[in-house]
């Protein structure tokens, strides 16, 4: 490595779901699920990541799994702290031991407020960063999509996270109109929670509830006749239990979520000016987001505006990449506040 690139700049994702870390010429090294595992009798952490996600529903009375992101903001801020800091040393575990302390690019959802801004900065300083300048998430995923936000064009992301949708237009380096909601995937699997346990009295867990929408989720009516079978408890008996079902019923029961999710692009195209409205019209919606990998629900999103909706290349690493690429622009992002944490009109 080289005298002057001893710093070495860092782009975090930290989503609700899944946090990546995005290193300066080698693109993202770390992803990994939002989730820490922590002895509740001593305080200490016993896993973060994976490993910990694998502990979810499974754990002894004195160890609690815990999702720090809540909604998209901080929960939980000492184990958010930690866990950044783990995964922070984790992306830089070559760097040289006389490495500066890095420079964060951290995305924040483009509706959250300044105190729970400022506990995001303050989170990435404390585990590690020398300084950390956030950038609006909506506007890191339409970097990662490539998209032109810097040309007068108007250019429309939606990004569907686990806790948070956010749907911008963004034209000139700045959002014009913007939408966050906190719909997102993470509802989904607790609408097809709610659905078995009330059609079929089972209880399952969310890691079963999310492959099932994984495999057989659908946004509109599904297509194929497929049935899967689920395991949970029976709440009648108690005991383990075999049921069958269709993805037409997973499908039904997603139906609230999506049509949330449809209506805050609908509400923000309403609010789009002409000009930029035409634009999206020519060049099309763009989806980012793992909950952009629902089956069909570009289609469904398309059905219902009339307008080209597209999924992004790289659905679950866009955000990341968009800070990472955004590195770049760090004095463009001190000097314009308006794409920082807040769209610029409300
Ligand atoms: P966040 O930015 O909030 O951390 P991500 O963009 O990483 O969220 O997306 C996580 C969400 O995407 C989760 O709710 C997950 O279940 C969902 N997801 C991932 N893959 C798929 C898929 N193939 N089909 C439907 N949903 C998916
Ligand atoms: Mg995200």
Same mark, same amino acid.
């Not at 005298?3 to 080698?26: C, E, H």
């Not at 995001?120 to 998430?137: H, L, R, S």
């Given at each position: 490595?080289?005298?002057? %690139?001893?710093?070495?700049?860092?782009?975090?994702?930290?989503?609700?779901?899944?946090?990546?870390?995005?290193?300066?010429?080698?693109?993202?090294?770390?992803?990994?699920? +939002?989730?820490?595992?922590?002895?509740?009798?001593?305080? /200490?952490?016993?896993?973060?990541?994976?490993?910990?996600?694998?502990?979810?529903?499974?754990?002894?009375?004195?160890?609690?799994?815990?999702?720090?992101?809540?909604?998209?903001?901080?929960?939980?801020?000492?184990?958010?702290?930690?866990?950044?800091?783990?995964?922070?040393?984790?992306?830089?575990?070559?760097?040289?031991?006389?490495?500066?302390?890095? %420079?964060?690019?951290?995305?924040?959802?483009?509706?959250?407020?300044?105190?729970?801004?400022?506990?995001?900065?303050?989170? +990435?300083?404390?585990?590690?960063?020398?300084?950390?300048?956030?950038?609006?998430?909506?506007?890191?995923?339409?970097?990662?999509?490539?998209?032109?936000?810097? /040309?007068?064009?108007?250019?429309?992301?939606?990004?569907?996270?686990?806790?948070?949708?956010?749907?911008?237009?963004?034209?000139?380096?700045?959002?014009? +109109?913007?939408?966050?909601?906190? +719909?997102?995937?993470?509802?989904?699997?607790?609408?097809?929670?709610?659905?078995?346990?009330?059609?079929?009295?089972?209880?399952?867990?969310?890691?079963?509830?999310? %492959?099932?929408?994984?495999?057989?989720?659908?946004?509109?009516?599904?297509?194929?006749?497929?049935?899967?079978?689920?395991?949970?408890?029976?709440?009648?008996?108690?005991?383990?239990?075999?049921?069958?079902?269709?993805?037409?019923?997973?499908?039904?029961?997603?139906?609230?979520?999506?049509?949330?999710?449809?209506?805050?692009?609908?509400?923000?195209?309403?609010?789009?000016?002409?000009?930029?409205?035409?634009?999206?019209?020519?060049?099309?919606?763009?989806?980012?987001?793992?909950?952009?990998?629902?089956?069909?629900?570009?289609?469904?999103?398309?059905?219902?505006?009339?307008?080209?909706?597209?999924?992004?290349? /790289?659905?679950?690493?866009?955000?990341?990449?968009?800070?990472?690429?955004?590195?770049?622009?760090?004095?463009?992002?001190?000097?314009?506040?308006?794409?920082?944490?807040?769209?610029?009109?409300?």
């Amino acid at each position: 490595m080289g005298r002057f %690139s001893l710093s070495q700049d860092l782009g975090i994702d930290l989503g609700t779901a899944n946090t990546l870390v995005f290193v300066k010429g080698k693109g993202v090294v770390v992803r990994e699920p +939002t989730v820490v595992a922590k002895n509740i009798e001593t305080g /200490d952490i016993e896993a973060v990541g994976s490993s910990a996600r694998n502990m979810v529903g499974r754990t002894p009375g004195n160890i609690s799994v815990v999702r720090p992101m809540k909604d998209g903001v901080i929960a939980d801020y000492d184990t958010t702290a930690v866990m950044m800091k783990y995964y922070i040393k984790k992306a830089m575990r070559n760097r040289s031991f006389f490495a500066k302390k890095p %420079s964060v690019m951290i995305c924040v959802p483009s509706g959250i407020t300044m105190v729970e801004e400022r506990a995001v900065i303050d989170a +990435t300083k404390q585990a590690g960063a020398k300084d950390a300048f956030p950038i609006a998430e909506p506007f890191a995923a339409a970097i990662g999509a490539g998209l032109p936000v810097w /040309d007068p064009t108007g250019s429309m992301i939606v990004d569907i996270g686990g806790g948070t949708t956010e749907v911008a237009v963004i034209s000139l380096g700045g959002i014009v +109109t913007s939408k966050s909601i906190r +719909t997102a995937g993470d509802n989904m699997d607790d609408a097809i929670i709610q659905f078995i346990r009330k059609q079929y009295n089972l209880m399952i867990g969310e890691r079963s509830a999310e %492959s099932i929408k994984m495999d057989a989720g659908t946004a509109g009516e599904a297509k194929e006749d497929k049935t899967l079978d689920i395991r949970g408890r029976d709440l009648l008996t108690g005991l383990p239990k075999t049921i069958t079902i269709t993805a037409k019923e997973v499908a039904d029961s997603l139906k609230d979520t999506v049509e949330s999710i449809v209506e805050a692009v609908k509400n923000t195209l309403e609010l789009t000016p002409p000009e930029l409205a035409a634009d999206i019209m020519d060049r099309g919606i763009v989806l980012s987001g793992g909950g952009s990998l629902l089956k069909n629900i570009d289609q469904v999103i398309s059905d219902e505006t009339n307008m080209p909706v597209f999924v992004t290349e /790289d659905p679950l690493d866009g955000v990341a990449i968009g800070t990472g690429k955004s590195l770049e622009y760090i004095q463009h992002f001190r000097s314009h506040p308006n794409v920082s944490s807040r769209p610029s009109v409300e």
